[in-house]
């Protein structure tokens, strides 16, 4: 899955809280506020000196204009590419199609045909382990694409727990069928 720092849907979900610490934490320093609604922060780094424009809250009308321009003037300054800064704001992503294998099948619950899978795919052009819970007809696909090794397409929400992606709201299971 390609996704470009463009992709407004990403970018309204980073929360200025998770940006404050990401600086916090990488080397750059607050230096003043903008007027009431954002913050000034300097990074000195090989390159040169830096220089981001924080915006306080997502209200803005600019917020999403100025997140892409942090994110790209981040990646400049720490010789990463825009997509790997992205990834570490990735935290809560509706609505996502996901394509990849079925690499892991948990051991069934009890109660009703149900359990967990873990699908590998491409996400932000690294391939990423993707837990999901999947339920009756929807689990026997993810065991039928296990055992042929054919890739899955699954729609749902993806969110980040402590470094572990998990598909919530799974749906629109599909096998791929390959020729």
């Not at 720092?5 to 934490?25: C, F, G, H, M, R």
């Not at 000196?49 to 990646?75: H, M, S, V």
């Not at 696909?141 to 727990?161: F, M, S």
Request: aromatic share 8%.
């Amino acid at each position: 899955m390609k996704v470009t720092v463009q992709d407004a849907e990403i970018i309204k979900n980073i929360e200025p809280q998770q940006l404050t610490e990401y600086l916090q934490s990488h080397g750059w320093h607050e230096d003043r506020p903008f007027l009431d609604n954002a913050t000034i922060w300097h990074k000195q780094a090989e390159k040169g000196e830096f220089e981001i424009l924080l915006p306080n809250t997502k209200d803005l009308g600019d917020y999403l204009p100025r997140i892409r321009e942090l994110i790209e003037t981040i990646a400049d300054s720490e010789n990463l590419s825009r997509l790997e800064i992205l990834s570490e704001f990735l935290k809560n992503y509706p609505h996502l199609t996901i394509q990849g294998f079925v690499t892991q099948i948990a051991t069934p619950n009890a109660d009703k045909f149900s359990g967990e899978i873990t699908i590998v795919c491409p996400v932000f052009d690294k391939l990423r382990k993707i837990k999901t819970e999947l339920l009756d007809h929807d689990y026997i696909l993810a065991i039928k694409a296990y055992q042929e090794r054919l890739p899955v397409n699954c729609t749902g929400d993806l969110v980040k727990e402590n470094e572990t992606f998990i598909l919530k709201n799974p749906r629109d299971i599909q096998i791929e069928n390959i020729s």
